[in-house]
């Protein structure tokens, strides 16, 4: 039985203030959150440590939004896996599309991110999907498969399992249009069988796959009662603390 992961994503939104009152009002709701549900949230590297603090005791994991693959080294601006490590981070998104586009990011350091947050007991998202014109051409599936991959290139057995995969179709990326829950569960279900098809259906059957884009308390009862998804991955809607609450429960 795969556990939902319901994972917020603040993307470069929220400053100190903001983001340990946006906390503040996460833990008033936390004793209500489904006991069932891992529940994420990702604030940008400054806040990573104040939100970890001012959640201590509660249940609710955090993640960084990006890292570099090396532990340490001559690399301005980055943040390596042991400096998150060392603050006590359980997630960390890796090859998110707005990083893929805007920050050349590519399925080669997709996968040297992945090995190195494994190596270091970080759980990586490893997120995939496609551009509207690959899916208006028929490419979607082909496109998605060619990230599984590389992306999972000599990535062993042991560190698939535990590796997060979202499935975020570009085209539905706060633009408010959401991929069906149909079109949604078919291509969780085909990622399901690209890693069956690299480790065998031991592995796949546990992976968790979640779906991101546009989710919101109006569509995700929807989305997450399919049977190939396991949770989502929420940017807009996770920067609200009712909405992403309601998201939350509805993940049972
Ligand atoms: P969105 O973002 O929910 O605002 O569409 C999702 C994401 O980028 O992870």
Redesign the pocket.
């Known amino acids: 039985m795969r556990r939902k992961l319901i994972a917020g ?1 603040w ?1 470069m939104n929220n400053d100190l203030d903001d983001s340990l009152k946006l906390v503040e009002k996460f833990k008033s709701l936390s004793d209500k959150f489904d006991k069932d549900v891992d529940v994420l949230i990702c604030p940008a590297f400054i806040n990573l440590y104040p939100v970890k603090q001012s959640l201590e005791g509660y249940n609710i994991k955090i993640g960084a939004q990006n890292m570099h693959f090396e532990d340490y080294g001559a690399f301005t601006g980055e943040i390596s896996p042991t400096m998150l490590k060392s603050i006590g981070i359980d997630y960390v998104i890796i090859g ?3 990083r893929r586009q805007y920050f050349n990011e590519v399925d080669e350091t997709v996968n040297k991110k992945l090995k190195a947050a494994h190596i270091h007991g970080i759980i990586p998202i490893v ?1 995939v999907g496609e551009t509207l014109e690959q899916r208006e051409s028929g490419i979607e599936k082909e496109t998605v498969k060619n990230q599984i991959v590389k992306d999972f290139e000599n990535v062993h057995a042991s560190e698939a399992v535990k590796t997060v995969i ?1 499935y ?1 179709p570009i085209w ?4 408010g249009r959401t991929a069906s829950s149909q079109q949604a569960n078919e291509m969780a279900s085909f990622i399901r069988n690209c890693v069956s098809e690299i480790y065998g259906t031991d592995i796949s059957d546990k992976v968790i796959i979640q779906y ?4 919101k308390a109006d569509n995700a009862g929807e989305i997450l009662t399919q049977s190939d998804i396991d949770g989502a ?6 920067l609200k603390a009712e909405e992403f609450y309601k998201i939350i429960n509805y993940a049972k």
């Open positions: 994503n993307k998110h599309s707005e997120c979202a975020e539905a990326i706060g633009t991101g884009g546009s989710v991955l929420i940017g807009g809607a996770s």
